[in-house]
């Protein structure tokens, strides 16, 4: 049964990231459906209530088997297209008038708002800089240094994340309208330990 939250999220990330980014690499999309998720929790939501839960693979990324079905249901519909060659998505012209349509139910809209903000960090920073600042979680450093797979974040990963939230809210505030600035401001935040520990 198709995942109705990662199958908008999917075409969600891809629309906003094609326009930014010209193409979207898989991996991309679940590093901005994770980053759309902490978001909904900054945002004081509880993280069972994102309707899909990641993973990590074994370079240590975040993964999600229902974005990845998703992905594979919106090339087969041919909402998406999938370069042969290297991989990258693209949205199609049926795709946009999909994803139209999608953002006019349920709960979509409230997701755009943290799908929005966590993609449009990509205008501020690097994507490499974004990758290594996600990479930088605690959860993410533990399945790397076990060369193992686990749920993420786990209930030690989700106390750091909340931590860093409080400390961020009192500055930039939780109700903020754009949620781009917190993601930029904790993606500087985690990529500024990433440099600290590279000396």
């Known amino acids: ?8 999220d999917a075409l969600a990330i891809c629309a906003h990231l094609d326009q930014i980014l010209d193409s979207v690499a898989p991996s991309e999309v679940y ?6 998720c902490l978001l909904s929790v900054y945002r004081k939501q509880p993280v069972t209530d994102w309707g899909y ?8 990324y975040p993964y999600s088997a229902d974005l990845a079905q998703s992905i594979e ?14 991989g990258y998505l693209h949205v199609t012209p049926s795709g946009e008038k999909e994803l139209e349509w999608l953002q006019n139910l349920g709960n979509n809209a409230k997701r755009e708002e943290y799908i929005t903000g966590a993609c449009y960090s990509a205008l501020s920073l690097p994507l490499g ?7 930088e979680s605690r959860d993410l450093h533990a ?9 993420i974040p786990s209930s030690s990963g989700m106390q750091d994340i909340h931590d860093q939230f ?5 500055s930039v505030g939780v109700d903020i309208e754009d949620l781009m600035i917190p993601a930029v ?9 990433d440099k600290q520990q590279q000396k």
Not at 1 to 8: D, W
């Open 53 to 60: 839960r990641f993973g990590t693979i074994e370079d240590g």
């Open 143 to 151: 399945a790397r240094a076990l060369s193992s797979t686990r749920h």
């Open 129 to 135: 800089v974004i990758r290594d600042a996600i990479d």
């Open 185 to 193: 401001v904790w993606l500087q935040f985690m990529s500024s330990i």
């Open 31 to 36: 590093i901005f459906a994770y980053l759309s």
């Open 73 to 86: 249901d919106l090339v087969r519909a041919g909402y998406l297209q999938q370069n042969i060659e290297d």
């Open 1 to 8: 049964m198709r995942n109705s939250e990662s199958y908008y």
């Open 166 to 170: 409080d400390i961020l809210s009192r």
